[in-house]
């Protein structure tokens, strides 16, 4: 599948190889939903070329007249790399560049704030996210400072039918199995069925492994996935720019 899981590369790669190809003559359309290879195709077959791909389409003129709106200069290695890739596969790989660059500087930013700060930033996803009712009660329940941190409780939901637990730490170091397991401890302590657990760094994979065998559901939300969800849920970042990938709608040209 493509990054973004609506479509799968062969059939991507199928699309654009027609349509590449019918700017290159080698195939044209004589009615719709009809494809036809032209003269010009059957001599490229008779030629048995190794292979077809924008490189090779590249010799005929009509084919570097579609491509020249969109052509800006690029890096040879660029060139190599990208020259079998579809648009759409070009355009996802970027964004995912992009998105994983962001992911990144939050994970910093997130680390060099304040307790208080980073506390304030915990009650905010959290809301973004539909726990804690209004901003005012989750301040509320999430307002006792601790080590490095915050503790408290939070409403699952706005009417506050149950609540969870959670633990939030700037840690720098790895979380292991023995903080995750007092963590569930004080769970039980406080009859809590559902916990979260957050860091700005990491969890060690015992400690991953851990909350997997125990009757407690306890989420693990590491440095990493908090910065995530703070881009899912547009908390301190904000939009540069967007774009709309638009196709022909085939329905729209259907004639009774």
Known sequence: ???????????????????????????????RGTIRITERGLQVLESRPKEINSEFLKQFPEFVEFQRPATKPRKTATQLAERNKTPEELLEESYIELYDGLVADLVEKVKSGSPQFFERLVVDLLVKMGYGGSRKDAGEAIGRVGDGGIDGIIKEDKLGLDVIYIQAKRWENTVGRPSVQAFAGSLEGVRAKRGIMITTSQFSSEAREYVRHIEKKIVLVDGEMLAKLMVDHNLGVSAVASYDIKKVDSDYFEED
Not at 13 to 23: C, L
């Open 1 to 31: 599948m493509l990054p973004s899981g609506l479509q799968n590369k062969f059939t991507n790669r199928v699309g654009w190889a027609r349509t590449y190809m019918k700017k290159a003559g080698l195939l044209g359309s004589p009615e």
